[in-house]
């Protein structure tokens, strides 16, 4: 079993940066590739990024390519969501998320342990 419990969400104008933390419990973290979702007011949730259990991979959807980088440090049980040159369209409530097995996915539904998200707007 696995709980995860994101921070460091908040207000930011434009331009501006942020970083999310994902704590995680349990012994086996470093088993777990993790990634972080996004769900808009009204919208579906939709995939961010994720990254394997080394952190030798990233992967990003298209849409935050070069302004977000996901790093982890398993050592402290904790994987990052580093946020720069936001943009209002960004503004959503953020859950990380882990799944058992090195390898990462896109879809949520491959994600068995989710945070209670954290909420994340970008003023103009």
């Known amino acids: 079993q696995v709980q995860l419990v994101e921070s460091g969400g908040g207000l930011v104008q434009a331009g501006g940066s942020l970083r999310l933390s994902c704590a995680a419990s349990?012994?086996?973290?470093?088993?777990?590739?993790m990634a972080w979702f996004r769900q808009a007011s009204g919208k579906e949730r939709e995939f961010v990024g994720a990254?394997?259990?080394?952190?030798?991979?990233?992967y990003y959807t298209d849409s935050v390519k070069g302004r977000f980088t996901i790093s982890r440090d398993n050592a402290k049980n904790t994987v990052y969501l580093q946020m720069n040159s936001l943009k209002p369209e960004d503004t959503a409530v953020y859950y990380c998320?882990?799944?058992?097995?090195?390898?990462?996915?896109?879809?949520?539904?491959?994600?068995?342990?989710w945070g209670q998200g954290t909420q994340v707007t970008v003023s103009s």
């Open positions: 998320a882990a799944r058992s097995g090195g390898n990462y996915y896109s879809v949520d539904y491959e994600y068995h342990y």
């Open positions: 349990g012994r086996t973290f470093s088993r777990y590739a």
């Open positions: 990254i394997t259990w080394s952190g030798g991979s990233t």
